[in-house]
């Protein structure tokens, strides 16, 4: 069975740093997502990565996927407060998986 | 504009009373799917609809039911609502089964009370 693991599970963070949230799945995969949600609100959707090596930016984050590692990231750069929301990376392989989600507070 | 819509966005029904709640669409996806997603929980697969072809996930209780009648809307039937199903209520469609990227819609939260 397919296992998404985030981590870390909580953020919180100071305007102006930087940090990374890693996503780790247990199948073999080359489709994987990442989501935002804001409190009661639906998903968002920020990346999808469809193959190895695969690297997206958008303002300040940044995902990429090793898929063979089962490894992805998002990297936040000079993190500022409009990003405190939860993250989640989900992978399909022919069904979507989420990770827990990480909850991100930055703070002033 | 809107792709995929939710409705009602909020319902509150009492314990044991039936509930439906509503999600159609605009992009002619042929799969559409229903998420249920606890506070401070991931988004949970119920069952999902492949065309006209209905999957049930094997842990999803015998309480909740679904109807498509045509492409663009389905249903969530909550036959007998517990205090345990309050819950956000997110629909998603995709093009096709599979490995697809799936759009939500903005979600329906339900109060049991």
């Known amino acids: 069975e397919l296992k998404v693991e985030q981590n870390p599970l909580f953020l919180s963070m100071q305007e102006g740093k930087n940090y990374t949230i890693y996503c780790n799945y247990s199948?073999?995969?080359?489709?994987l997502y990442w989501y935002r949600q804001d409190p009661g609100k639906s998903l968002e959707s920020l990346f999808v990565?469809?193959?190895?090596?695969a690297v997206k930016q958008e303002g300040r984050l940044m995902a990429s996927l090793d898929t063979k590692a089962r490894l992805s990231t998002l990297h936040i750069t000079a993190a500022v407060h409009d990003l405190s929301a939860t993250y989640f990376c989900?992978?399909?392989?022919?069904?979507?998986?989420f990770g827990a989600g990480t909850r991100l507070t930055v703070k002033p | 504009d809107a792709m995929v819509i939710q409705n009602p966005r909020y319902q509150v029904t009492q314990f044991g009373k039936p509930v439906t709640l509503s999600c159609s669409q605009t992009?002619?996806?042929?799969?559409m799917y229903w998420y249920q997603q606890k506070s401070s929980q991931a988004p949970k697969l119920l069952f999902h609809?492949?065309?006209?072809?209905?999957?049930n996930e094997a842990d999803t209780p015998d309480n909740f039911q679904s109807r498509r009648p045509n492409t663009s809307f389905c249903f969530l039937d909550i036959r007998s609502p517990g205090l345990g199903d309050a819950a956000m209520y997110l629909c998603?469609?995709?093009?096709?089964?599979?490995?697809?990227?799936?759009?939500f819609g903005p979600g329906t939260r339900l109060t049991v009370t």
């Open positions: 199948t073999t995969s080359d489709r």
């Open positions: 609809y492949y065309d006209k072809d209905f999957n």
């Open positions: 992009l002619n996806h042929n799969v």
């Open positions: 989900a992978v399909n392989n022919n069904d979507m998986r």
């Open positions: 998603a469609t995709s093009r096709v089964w599979g490995s697809y990227e799936q759009y």
């Open positions: 990565l469809l193959s190895n090596g």
